[in-house]
């Protein structure tokens, strides 16, 4: 069974720096494509960044770039993102996803999120 499980949220004043982990169990981590996406209350779940399992290239969302990073550690099946500079509109659910192809942006396995809260 495929878990993925999200922990580093928490609450940051603006300007402040958190770092996410998602470790992964029950697949194959090395084949698989990673992402992060966001849930604000009250709106849907938006793409924030995604990491290849082959070449490790890396995308953001153009309200993170320059500010966020993914990366990811094969050996200890696990995917970070790296926060600087935050913004209160960060504030979300932090959701990390699995997928092998990620056509389309589309994961198939996803985490149940950690929250993170930034102060103004």
């Known amino acids: 069974q495929v878990h993925l499980v999200e922990s580093g949220g928490g609450l940051v004043q603006a300007g402040g720096s958190l770092r996410l982990s998602c470790a992964v169990s029950g697949l194959t981590f090395s084949r698989y494509a990673m992402a992060w996406f966001r849930q604000a209350p009250g709106k849907g779940r938006d793409f924030v960044a995604a990491?290849?399992?082959?070449?490790?290239?890396?995308r953001y969302a153009d309200s993170v770039k320059g500010r966020f990073t993914i990366s990811r550690d094969n050996a200890k099946s696990t995917v970070y993102l790296q926060m600087d500079s935050l913004k209160p509109e960060d504030t979300a659910v932090y959701f990390c996803a699995a997928d092998r192809t990620a056509d389309g942006n589309r994961y198939a396995h996803w985490g149940r999120g950690t929250q993170v809260t930034v102060s103004s």
């Open positions: 990491i290849t399992w082959s070449t490790q290239n890396s």
